[in-house]
């Protein structure tokens, strides 16, 4: 046996972005061999020494003698004479056949140094024997990988480089790990494991503190340029839209050389496929080469200003070294500068047919706004280009149907003046002489004010009313998204317009019919203090208070609404004002309930007494009257009020909002019995349009109501024999009669009623069947889940929430059909089952406001990540569960889980500590607690403490050996074999 020692030295490469470590060693004999042996041993090791130096200087050829020379020799007794280390010069031979790309004659070299050369019997070997071991065994299977992928042979190279990253590493070298780990994502992606690849690189992506910002850009190129072509728009998206800004923040010029290029070639890989949405994106993605041409500009710039100055140094130096210096410089500033120059011309090439692909894209999406800029700027940026009468026709027709007239206009007369001839003339002439006709529906003022104002340029004084009067006439044809878009223009072009004032005032008030409150106030605070004595100003101060109270801002609202009532005691606002001054009072909580009221009272009295304002104003103050006095329990008030309103207003369009809120006061003084048909009127009222939420409104109140004030027998009846004015009762309706019913007895005696209840949903089911398109969502969901939980009826449960998400997606009724869909997609064992569930879980921590079905979902997720094995995944979400403190559903089984996933990444000191911790805490939740006495003694058992295993089990078995359990059975099994077995140390 030869002794062997290999000080590890220098050879560094690089194939696949893997790292090649290359180690020089020398062989030598057993100090009693001499001679020719002596000399054998150098020759050995002369010859591993010319291999690496070959590879270094790129002699592979001559490497490849030398090392193949030793194979020969030696190969077949390599591993008796050497030992594991002969392995070295088979793993040389692979890397010099890589250098040469004979990938397939490499892998036939990793694999012998793999396969042949293990360490094995160094692990059994007495410390003093002299043989080394292989340390480039884990490196051979990461090259076999590697050449694998060159050979775009996907799968069975992600496979040897899922070997690599299982292996232990003891006797080797470091692997590149992380190289390894992005190769494999890419034999996913190529080999068809598109998602499981990109969720490896996502992962990686997403590793916090682990990779540079650079690698993290690196990463994504590979998503973009491997696994984004081969998988539709929104999954494409999602990551892009994910990593936009790790890609905005690189260095614009980085950006440019890096990015750019790759970008743009996915763009055309995509417009190849007209799939113009993903070039779009795409192109978003790229620095806009305008901005790089700035950034060489003003470098450019900055040279020359020192090359200036240099010369001036230089002109003033005398002879020698200093002004020697100083000529290299400025020769060497001045070679940069004319190596940056050609740059821009380059930029502005890029700039065109980046926006040339941008304008197509927008423009075959019918995205205009997107295709006019980048018209625009090609028509300004790029008037000698071969493509402009395009570029012309395409922005006219785009400013048109934006409704800018002015641009079309200019242009339009650029493409006639530039295109006297060409063939799409008349299409442009066409477009600018429709626009007169595209106006034709409007009213008269409308449609003379864009007649007289078609030939004059927006911004100039002659065409100030003109703009004027369009604004303000759809304005006052309450065609108000219009008018903000003419009003607002008028503000941009006119800043000193002859109609400011009731431009800003008509905005302002058309920001308030479109419900932009925000908005709305900013404009009229800003016309207030603009114009003081405008003789709108009454009507501006109403609008203003109004959008200040519906924002909250009491106190701004309060100021409005008192400046109104002392300044303009006649204007048509007061008795509507008063309204808005209670429900400030209100707002604010600051005021008495007799203060409150009497704004309300002031409002009637004005409707009333005085003839000022309009019906809906009293109807309104009733609504707030019946509100409030109910708030203060002022049974009688409410009474009054409603019992006037039932009299007088009852056909305003507060109706419902003062009948519903008079229930409770009706209930109290004894007229429940009118309160009740009230809401049977609504009920029968919306019963005939099923799918509204009027009728889920109106059934819920009159439920509620019903098992408030009667018994359950007497709800039953009163469901049972209701009084439908629709013959027979709408689906809808019928479904929430069944509801009310069901909900009666679950809410009186849910055990006496048991048989009763199944009934309820039997028929409920019944009804699905002929009419389910009709039923509620909330009828729906009880529906499924009486089935899902009640019968087991899985298939059944289902079908019910596949209708809802597909036909149905709206409302809370979602969240609880993708929590128990996921749930039972969870429960399947294949991986697209499984996937499906996290996705559905993950739908409702998105789009569903509702903090119960959020602990289901990170609990869902975390038991689906637990089932996948990915341990990584399930502990944080695992973390995230136990950060909510409120979240009471399974913290037994999340304590336990929690630890079950550090124990399964290797962090057994801290997973023990978690199971102690649970079987501590937990003892009553036998489930969890069993497992957690049982795998905390095997933690110890396996660290060789065989006596304080055994405690911990005595300890369990005190504690819970009464109770019948299969983890305590277990453990009484365990514990008997162990006490066997053990023998105390001496």
Known sequence: MRKCTFPLAGAVSSFGGAVLIAALFLLVPKPTVFGQGENQALDVATAYDTGVRAMDNGKYDVGLNAVNDVISQFGGSGMAEFGPVFGHFYYLQGMLLIKKKDYQSAIASFKTCNEKYKNDVLMKADKDDPRLPNRFRVQSLFQWANCLMALKQWKPAAQKYEETLAQEQKYEPYIPRLQAQINLAQCYINGGQLDK??????????????????????????????????????QMRSIVHKYRDLMYHEAVVDRYRLRNPAFHGLAGQAIEKDDWIRALLWYSMMVHPGDVSKYYAQRIAD???????????????????????????????????SELEPEIPKQKDQLAAMLLGIGAGHYTLSSLSGARSAYLELADQFPEHKQRAVILHNLVVTSVNLSLWR?????????????????LKPSVARVLVEVIFL???????????????????????????PDFVTGGSLYHLNRFEEAEFELEAYVKNYPKGQRMELIKFYLGATKVNLFKWEEAAVRLDDFLDTYPSSEMRPTALYLCGLSHLVLENYAKAYARIAELQTRFPGADEIPA?????????????????EEIMACYIE????????KRGDEEVAGYSHR??????????????????????????????????????????????????????????????????????????????????????YTVEEVRAAMQNFPSEIKPPPAALRAWLIMGEIEAMEATDPEAYEDDIKQGFFKLNALYESNGNNLSNYTLVRLARFNLRELGNKDAARKVYEFILNERPIGE????????????????????????????FERVLNEVDNPRLHEEAVLGKARVYQKQGDWDAAQGQWELYLEDSGWRLARPEANYSYAKAMDEKGNKPEALKLYVNVYANFPGHLDWSTKAYIRSAEILKERGKDLDALKVLQDMLKRMGHLEHPGVEEAKQLFTKWRAAYTPEA
Do not use: C
Not at 445 to 461: F, K, L, T
Not at 579 to 586: A, C, R, T, W
Not at 641 to 654: A, G, L, V
Not at 816 to 840: G, H, R, V
């Open 197 to 234: 690849g990109k969720d490896f690189l996502v992962k990686l992506i997403d590793s916090e503190g682990v990779l540079t910002d650079t690698m993290k850009r690196k990463l994504f190129m590979i998503l973009a340029n491997d696994w984004s072509p081969k998988v539709d728009f929104p």
């Open 303 to 337: 040279l020359k200003g020192r090359v200036a100055a240099a010369e001036e140094q230089f002109n003033a130096a005398k002879p020698g070294e200093a002004k020697d210096r100083l000529g290299a410089y400025i020769e060497e500033t001045k070679k940069t500068i």
């Open 407 to 423: 641009e079309a206009y200019k242009y339009g007369m650029i493409f006639f003046d530039e295109f006297p001839k060409h063939e």
């Open 439 to 465: 106006q034709g529906e409007y009213q008269e003022a409308y449609d003379i004010s864009v007649e007289v104002r078609e030939d004059m340029q927006p911004g100039e004084e002659i065409r100030d009313i």
């Open 577 to 593: 004002s008063w309204n808005v001054k209670g429900d400030i009072l209100s707002g604010q909580g600051e005021k008495g309930y």
């Open 603 to 610: 409002a009637l009295r004005l409707v009333e007494e005085d």
């Open 624 to 709: 707030q009257m019946v509100t409030e006095a109910t708030d203060q329990q002022d049974w009688e008030e409410a009474g009054k009020r409603f019992d006037h309103f039932k009299e007088n207003y009852e056909q305003t369009s507060w109706r419902v909002d003062v009948n519903i809120a008079a229930i409770k006061p009706l209930a109290e003084l004894g007229r429940k019995e009118e309160a009740k048909a009230i809401l049977e009127g609504f009920v029968n009222e919306f019963g005939g349009k099923p799918g509204t939420s009027e009728l889920d409104e109106m059934f819920g109140a009159y439920s509620s109501f019903m098992q408030d004030n």
């Open 813 to 840: 009724a979602i969240g609880f059909a993708l929590i128990d869909t996921a749930k039972m997609d969870a429960e399947l064992d294949s991986p697209t089952n499984l996937q499906t569930a996290l996705e559905k």
